[in-house]
């Protein structure tokens, strides 16, 4: 037992034993997005604050997701240009800047919604380069072989910061204000600009780059056809588009559902986050200690998502509801890791950054569309209604993707691992 544990382990976090770029990224974000997140739940925070409407925050999600939408598609191909570890150095200071100027407006108490929403849209335009470029590193750092591992522990990384951040953030809504949120999450960034200025370039893995710089327009329709002639890419895609519209709006409705369903303060909504991001960490190392990628394991996850989602649309108790979250976290991971895995995988060198952004413009882009869905619906019946067709939605979604991939001698229910 002892030595499969040992082994085990080992497979978790081989990425992180073998790699000291890597292990230099890692570490600063987790300082990083745990500041994130804490000014992710200050925001969503002191906009329903300040206007006691759920509509209010499914605005904030639109301006948070709208630059995905307007310049999503387009991203890969800028990132398949650029250097990526120098581009996500730029998208982590200007990040920061903006950080500062929320903390400025607030701590001169002359903040108002449209502040707050003008601030999320300029760093939602960054994050469009960010998260694709930040992928394209993930690659550079780690390899081809450990990239499933990788981009497992980097979820588990992400959401360690979902228990953190929002614990440590609601902990200080309550007791001396958002404003401490906002400017601890400036002075965390910091961190991840150490570590990628601190990584040795001689270390990173090549890219395979196209024989021609490529368009805007032509890049994006290569990365657009590929994926149309790719059956596992494009249902792959298409389910991470339906699900991220319809199923996971959680920026939206825990606030709403601490505040409203649940009746209770900003302590609670630390909580109920927390437990969401305990069960998503959960997801993500399992998914990094079997390190590898698989059909199954993705629309399971996607299943097993709406499947919380339809059993916690009814609950008003606050430890049942965290049960189902910490249930939804761990499916919401295994789903997100898998699918990511296996489009990047299964996409050309020279198409990488351009796949990754189609992931990015699916899983981000539908987010106004989404959040005001959410928002709506949670206005007219609550977040038992909210909750309960996004339960519906992600079920659906996973049962129709099995349906598509029936036969398919690629997908018929192995891991894809590293051989695409």
Known sequence: MTRALVEANRRTFASLRRHRNYRLFFSGQVV??????????????????????????????????????????????????LDPRRTVIATQAMAMILAVALTGVTVAGVVTPWEIYLLTAIRGVVLVVDAPARQALTFQMVGRDELPNAIALNSSLFNAARVVGPAIGGALVATVGVSWCFGLNAASYLAVIAGLVMMRRGELFS??????????????????????????????????????TLAFNFNVLLPVLARTTLD???????????????????????????SRAS???????????????????????VVVVSAFLFAAGMSFTVWSSNANSILQLHAPGHLR???????????????????????????????QLAFGVAGVAALASAGIAVVALRGRPRTAGLGLGGAG
């Open 353 to 383: 950054g351009r796949v990754i952004g189609l992931y990015f413009f699916a899983f981000n882009g539908s987010g106004p569309a989404g959040g005001l869905l959410a928002g709506w619906l949670a206005e007219r019946g609550g977040t």
């Open 32 to 81: 990083s997005v745990s500041g994130t997140w804490m000014q992710n739940i200050a925001t969503a925070w002191l906009v329903l604050a300040i206007t006691h409407s759920a509509v209010a925050v499914g605005i904030l999600a639109t301006f948070q997701f709208l630059p995905f939408t307007l310049f999503g598609l387009f991203a890969g191909v800028l990132v398949d240009r």
């Open 207 to 244: 890219l395979e780059r196209a024989a021609t710089a490529p368009t805007f327009l032509r890049g994006t329709g290569e990365a657009l056809v590929h994926v149309a002639r790719t059956p596992l890419l494009l249902v792959s895609l298409a389910t991470v588009f339906a699900v991220s």
């Open 295 to 317: 059909v199954p394991a993705m629309l399971a996850g996607a299943a097993g998502l709406g499947l919380a989602q339809l059993l916690l649309a009814p609950e008003t108790s």
């Open 264 to 290: 209770a303060g900003a302590g609670t909504f630390g909580i109920v986050s927390a437990f969401f991001g305990a069960g998503a960490l959960a997801g993500a190392l399992v998914s990094a200690m079997r």
